[in-house]
T-cell receptor, first 113, second 117 residues
């Protein structure tokens, strides 16, 4: 089983739609969680961290369910500029002082005019 | 000003050659990384250095040798290049990955697209 699993998509949605991405992780000792965004032929960039209480940043809402080992990202009122690959990222502690980011394979979102 | 820079951006070379990729960050971060993103877009960590000390070394062939002359630089040397080494290599940096909780944001360079023929 992969350490971080995501639906690869693509998700093709019209402008203005609401779209949700899901992600599951295998290591219950995982400590922190993120969504990164990667545009075509560009580097990944942090979109938002994910907290247990859920958190919102404008049109983006992230949620974490530790019991189910499940992370989600909701995008409301999709814009053309939201088209990108969304990477679910989990920070795992491998003992001692070593933390390591584990990336999912990403979910491709294409927002259509 | 570019925060994390890599050179070269593109690298096309023959099998068996030796090549290096350079990375520099001007963010004052303590930790730097090398990642490999393959043709299926899977991004996987290769190495991590904290203040010039190697702290993460994934199962990477020993043809790959990172070198950190100072905490602002992390270079990657690859010997005897193989077809399977073709990928995008990203350098990244963060404050200090060893801090508890690991909430530090990682900042990525623009990537080096390596094609081995």
């Amino acid at each position: 089983r992969k350490e971080v699993e995501q639906d690869p998509g693509p998700f093709n949605v019209p402008e203005g739609a609401t779209v949700a991405f899901n992600c599951t992780y295998s290591n219950s000792a995982s400590q922190s969680f993120f969504w990164y965004r990667q545009d075509c032929r560009k580097e990944p960039k942090l979109l938002m961290s994910v907290y247990s209480s859920g958190n919102e940043d404008g049109r983006f809402t992230a949620q974490l369910n530790r019991a189910s080992q499940y992370i989600s990202l909701l995008i409301r009122d999709s814009k053309l500029s939201d088209s990108a690959t969304y990477l679910c990222v989990v920070n795992m502690n491998y003992g001692g002082a070593t933390n390591k980011l584990i990336f999912g394979t990403g979910t491709l979102l294409a927002v259509q005019p | 000003d570019t925060a994390v820079s890599q050179t070269p951006k593109y690298l096309v070379t023959q099998m068996g050659n030796d090549k290096s990729i350079k990375c520099e960050q001007n963010l004052g971060h303590d930790t730097m990384y090398w990642y490999k993103q393959d043709s299926k877009k899977f991004l996987k960590i290769m190495f991590s250095y904290n203040n010039k000390e190697l702290i993460i070394n994934e199962t990477v062939p020993n043809r790959f040798s990172p070198k950190s002359p100072d905490k602002a630089h992390l270079n990657l040397h690859i010997n005897s290049l193989e077809l399977g080494d073709s990928a995008v290599y990203f350098c990244a940096s963060s404050q200090d990955l060893r801090l508890a909780g690991g909430q530090e944001t990682q900042y990525f360079g623009p990537g080096t697209r390596l094609l081995v023929l």
